[in-house]
């Protein structure tokens, strides 16, 4: 997929336990398992290449599934 120049970049990152899934501008899908060697890898960071303006960002956390209320 390209970016052209000057194009805004939407971003839709869903994160769950070893499953990171990235959707680009609604046209493209990145989807990768990890698995987190360290215990206290629980932090999320994005870094951009070449010059990058963030405009917003919204994040949220879901309730685990299987918890009891």
């Given at each position: 997929m390209e970016?052209?120049?000057?194009?805004?970049?939407n971003?839709?990152v869903?994160?769950?336990?070893s499953?990171v899934e990235?959707?680009?501008?609604?046209?493209?899908c990145?989807?990768v398992?990890?698995?987190p060697?360290?215990?206290d890898?629980k932090?999320?960071?994005?870094?951009a290449?070449n010059?990058?303006l963030l405009k917003s960002l919204?994040?949220?956390?879901?309730?685990n599934?299987?918890?009891?209320?």
């Open positions: 970016i052209k120049k000057g194009e805004l970049l971003l839709r869903f994160i769950d336990r499953i990235v959707f680009v501008n609604g046209r493209q990145i989807a398992r990890t698995y060697d360290r215990a890898s932090g999320v960071s994005i870094q290449r010059d990058a919204d994040a949220w956390q879901m309730e599934v299987y918890s009891k209320k």
